[in-house]
Each structure stands twice: as structure tokens, then as C-alpha cells.
């Protein structure tokens, strides 16, 4: 490409348009002028450069690609450009790209350009591949907990493909439990290991835990076995596809010399299979045990994802609702029908109803019954809707008698007011209580109880 002579202004000019920092050398590599273009390059006090050689302001890996630059400005080879750190006062090393030119035997011009954009992307990847290291190893840590806990399970336990229905992973027990040894249980099909009259339970069980999500209960036969069993399904999400994790529960047969014990074992059958969840806690609120139906309420796999933990955390007023129930159990006995609702692991709340009572069983001090209410409150709709247009017909004769303002205002007053009386009624008129159910502070509480004429003495 062929130019016409430039001016120096005009050389100049187009230096500084085509590179960040352009440096002027002497055949002796010293800096004899500076241009800098790039604000970034500040922290590097370039003009300080003039006078010192250019090797003298780069880092040392950087010293060998400077002189190898300045050794051959002038070869007939296609000149490359190189990389060289520059060092701050702020101890962190800037990255430029250089190439040079020979403009005569005695003076070199060196053109630079930032490479912090890549600089920042090459860092932005590192942390990112450090970033995935990190959740591999976490990944196979968990990986390699949960195949422990799969293999030295007591419990029988299999994995099945969702789709296929194939065995795909069976731990020791279910093996051991399995005396059909002239067949593989993995690539079985799940229906397979089971005695014909509960097999139609078992696909059943797995379409309904694929359907709901939830841990799904039933009464099955492994291949083998004397007895039926509680099998549990519960669907889990894996990188291969849905599959099914299925926990075999084997029950023990009532010793017939020993009518009390069978008695027991018959009321234990009878409350792990209750329609309603039951949860039993320590003194301090802690899980002890529960049953299949409260698991499937929470949307637990097993009971060791609760144990430990305290009571209150699942309920959606944490420790408001649990300072009610002990509140009115210590004053009354037990309770009936308190409404609330239980925060599930899928995040969402389960409206329920709770009967609680004490044990005396110093161990196990807490018996609280669980009712899910999602059915009972959906067969009370027509009826709520009923009322409620009852209230819109009265609301509607007030139209022309009063402005839309003031109706609205009072309808706001008349729902505060029932919001108001229903907390007190629930907390026994436990104005704190009351406050943090409502969500507002206690100071609010009064100034609401004041205008609705509902403040005692004490709270003036």
C-alpha cells in the first residue's frame, strides 16, 4: 500500500489513532518520547519513561521478547506482535501487545495496545473452570455419601429408569431379599420382582409418585418374601432421566404368644398408614418421628430429612404458630382444629389443620395430628361463594347512597377488623403473638385496636 509523505503532525496523529502508547527509540533501546492514547495506562507514569531503556520498564519474563524486538526491527520477516507486562506501584502487572518498527537505522518506534479485555476474559474463564472444579468435587463427594448410605442400607432399596421401568442400581439388602439368583435384578423389570398378586400396586404406586411428585405409600410383596411390605416411590430428577427410588419397609409378623406385643404392632401399622400425618417431638420442639402421610405432606423422601430438626420450621408462622400450640395445650390439655399451613421442600405452603397433646413419655413429649385442609376448604367454596356474594349484594345497595371511596374504606375497616379479632382469638389475646401473626409491629397492632374501639385499659 503506497502513501502519500506525511507531515510529523499528521504521523502523529495517525499513531495515536491506530495504538494505546507509542514509544520513540534510539538504536540503544532508551525511550527518547512517549505518546500514551489510553487512560488505563496512567498507573504506569509513562512520561517518567524518557531517558531509561525500554527493557528497564517491563517485567523480567518480559526482558527477553523486548530485546528480541529491538535486535531485528528491521528484518525482511513479517513482524509479529509480542506480549509485555509492564509493572505498577500497585504490585499487579499491566499486559500490552507490541509490535516495532525500524524508521531508520537510528530510531525505532514501538506501537502498544491494551490487552485488558482479554486479560479480564482469560481471568473471567479461569475462575469459571476453577468455579466447575469446585462443583465436580462437591458433586462427587455427595455422589460418593449417597452411595454409601444406598449400600450399607438396611432398608431394601432399588433405582428404576421412569421410562422403561428397568432396574437400573439395587443395594445388598433388596439383593439379599431377592432369592431369585438365576436372574440379574438390574435390566429387570421392577414388576418382575414382585409376586404377581401386588404387581399391579407397583405400577400403580409408580405412575401416581410420577404424577404428584410426592412420596407415594402401598402395600406390596417382594419376589420371595413371606409377607407384604410398605413400598415406598418417591420420582427424582437424574441427568439420565426421571427415575424412581424404592424403599421396601418389611414387616415384622405379631408374635401370637404375645397378644399386647401384636396389639402394638397392629396400632403401629394403624398410625403409619393413618390418612392424616402425625409428628412426635421432644420437649424443646425437636422431631422424633413421624408418618408416611406427613413425609408425603412435606414432600420428604425419609424421615431422617426431618429428624433433628425443629418442629416450628415447618410451619409457615415458624415460632408464633409453635408458641400458640404449647401456649394452649399447657392451658387446656390439647388442641383442636388450629389452622395453619406447612411449608413443603417444594417451597410452596399446604393449608393443614393440627390436633396437639402432650406424651407422657419423657422422651417423645409432643403428639401433633396433621389434616391436609386443600380438600375441605375446596368442598366449602360454593358455600364461601355464596356469602361472599351475599356481602357484594349488600355492598351494591350502598351505591348512590354513599361515594365509591367511602364504601371501599369501610369494606378495608370491616376485613382489618375480623383480621384484627381472629389473631387475638387464636393467641388468646397475646397482643405480641397477635402482631407477628399479622405481620405488623405491635405499636401498629395498638393504634388499630384504639381505632376499632377494641384497646383495653392496659393499652391506653
Not at 434 to 457: C, I, P, T
Request: charged share 25%; aromatic share 4%.
Amino acid at each position: 500500500m503506497k502513501l502519500p509523505q506525511l507531515s510529523a503532525d499528521k504521523l502523529a496523529q495517525l499513531i495515536g489513532a491506530t495504538s494505546d502508547i507509542a514509544l520513540v527509540l534510539n538504536s540503544d533501546g532508551v525511550i527518547e518520547s512517549v505518546s500514551v492514547g489510553w487512560d488505563e495506562l496512567s498507573v504506569l507514569q509513562c512520561p517518567q519513561w524518557i531517558g531509561k531503556t525500554w527493557v528497564d520498564t517491563v517485567t523480567s519474563e518480559s526482558r527477553p521478547k523486548v530485546s528480541e524486538m529491538l535486535a531485528s526491527p528491521t528484518t525482511d520477516q513479517r513482524a509479529r506482535w509480542r506480549q509485555v507486562n509492564h509493572p505498577t506501584d500497585q504490585g499487579r502487572d499491566i499486559p500490552l501487545e507490541y509490535i516495532v518498527l525500524a524508521l531508520n537505522s537510528k530510531v525505532s518506534l514501538a506501537l502498544g495496545r491494551g490487552m485488558q479485555a482479554l486479560a479480564s476474559l482469560q481471568q473471567r474463564l479461569i475462575e469459571a473452570q476453577q468455579t466447575l472444579e469446585r462443583d465436580y468435587q462437591r458433586l462427587r463427594h455427595m455422589e460418593g455419601r449417597t452411595r454409601i448410605l444406598f449400600e450399607t442400607s438396611t432398608e431394601p432399596m432399588l433405582t428404576v429408569d421412569a421410562i422403561s421401568q428397568k432396574v437400573l442400581d439395587v443395594n445388598p439388602a433388596a439383593q439379599s431379599l431377592l432369592k431369585d439368583l438365576t436372574r440379574r435384578i438390574v435390566d429387570r423389570e421392577i414388576a418382575d420382582c414382585f409376586e404377581p398378586h401386588s404387581r399391579e400396586e407397583v405400577v400403580s404406586l409408580l405412575r401416581m409418585a410420577q404424577a404428584t411428585g410426592r412420596v407415594e405409600m402401598g402395600r406390596a410383596q417382594f419376589l420371595g418374601a413371606t409377607q407384604d411390605g410398605t413400598l415406598s416411590v418417591k420420582a427424582f430428577p437424574s441427568e439420565h432421566g426421571a427415575q424412581f427410588l424404592l424403599r421396601y419397609l418389611r414387616g415384622d409378623a405379631p408374635s401370637a404368644k404375645d397378644a399386647e406385643s401384636a396389639g402394638v404392632g397392629w396400632m403401629q401399622e394403624a398410625l403409619e398408614r393413618s390418612p392424616d400425618g402425625w409428628v412426635v417431638a421432644d420437649r424443646q420442639g425437636v422431631i422424633v418421628s413421624a408418618n408416611a402421610e406427613f413425609l408425603s405432606q412435606l414432600g420428604a423422601i425419609s424421615l431422617a430429612q426431618l429428624q433433628g430438626h425443629p418442629l416450628e420450621r415447618w410451619l409457615a408462622r415458624g415460632a408464633v404458630d409453635w408458641s400458640v400450640l404449647q401456649t394452649n395445650v399447657k392451658q387446656m390439655g390439647q388442641v383442636r382444629g388450629f389452622a395453619t399451613e406447612l411449608q413443603t421442600f417444594s417451597g410452596l405452603n399446604l393449608a393443614v389443620e393440627i390436633t396437639a397433646m402432650t406424651l407422657s413419655d419423657p422422651n417423645a413429649h409432643w403428639l401433633l395430628f396433621v389434616r391436609d385442609t386443600a380438600r375441605k376448604r375446596l368442598s366449602e367454596t360454593p358455600a364461601m361463594a355464596s356469602g361472599m356474594a351475599d356481602s357484594v349484594a349488600q355492598l351494591a345497595q350502598l351505591v348512590g347512597r354513599m361515594p365509591m371511596k367511602d364504601i371501599v374504606g369501610e369494606t378495608s375497616d370491616m376485613i382489618e377488623r375480623m383480621c384484627i379479632l381472629a389473631a387475638l382469638d387464636l393467641t388468646h389475646n397475646n397482643r405480641a403473638s397477635a402482631a407477628e401473626m399479622l405481620g405488623l409491629s405491635r405499636q401498629s397492632l395498638y393504634v388499630k385496636l384504639r381505632r376499632f374501639g377494641l384497646a383495653s385499659d392496659k393499652d391506653h
